[in-house]
C-alpha cells in the first residue's frame, strides 16, 4: 500500500508541476498594454475558435506599404455577449481596430476594441452588449 500511495504523491506533483507553465500562458508581457495603437484596416480573415478568435486584417503604413497583421481576441465564450459572433467580419471589411501591440515590433496585437463599418464598436473586455432586441416573455 506505501509503494502505491507514493506513486500517487509523486503522480500528483508531476502533474502539478507540468501544468504551471499553462497558467502563463494568458499574460500579457509580449504586449504594450499602456499605449494602445489604432489603425484602419482591411479584414482578410476572421477565425472564430478556441482558445483564442484571430483576427487578420491588412493596414497600410506612413509608406503606403500594406503590413499583414494578426490579432488575438478573448474565446468566442467571453465576447459573445459582448456582440461578437461568427459572422462578425468578412475579407474586405473596413474596420478600425485598437490593440495592444508587440513589444518585439512584429506585426501581432492583442485586441482591445474594434469599430465596424457602421460604428458599432465591439469590445474584448467590459460590459457585455445590450440585447439586440428584448427577450420573449414566457
Not at 509580449?30 to 489604432?38: I, L, N, R, S, Y
Not at 489603425?39 to 483564442?52: E, S
Not at 478568435?53 to 474565446?75: I, R, Y
Not at 465576447?79 to 508587440?102: A, E, L, N, Y
Request: aromatic share 8%; hydrophobic share 40%; with cysteine.
Amino acid at each position: 500500500m506505501r509503494a502505491w500511495r507514493k506513486f500517487v504523491y509523486l503522480a500528483v506533483l508531476g502533474i502539478l508541476t507540468i501544468s504551471a507553465p499553462l497558467l502563463a500562458h494568458h499574460g500579457n508581457a509580449a504586449f504594450d498594454t499602456g499605449k494602445p495603437v489604432t489603425v484602419k484596416a482591411t479584414v482578410t480573415d476572421w477565425v472564430w475558435a478556441n482558445p483564442h478568435c484571430w483576427l487578420k486584417f491588412d493596414v497600410k503604413d506612413d509608406k503606403g506599404d500594406v503590413v499583414h497583421w494578426v490579432a488575438e481576441t478573448s474565446p468566442p465564450t467571453d465576447i459573445v455577449d459582448r456582440g461578437w459572433t461568427r459572422q462578425t467580419f468578412k475579407p474586405g471589411d473596413q474596420i478600425t481596430v485598437i490593440m495592444s501591440i508587440s513589444k518585439g515590433g512584429r506585426s501581432i496585437g492583442r485586441v482591445q476594441q474594434v469599430v465596424l463599418p457602421d460604428g458599432q464598436i465591439l469590445g474584448t473586455q467590459g460590459t457585455p452588449a445590450p440585447p439586440s432586441k428584448p427577450p420573449a416573455n414566457p
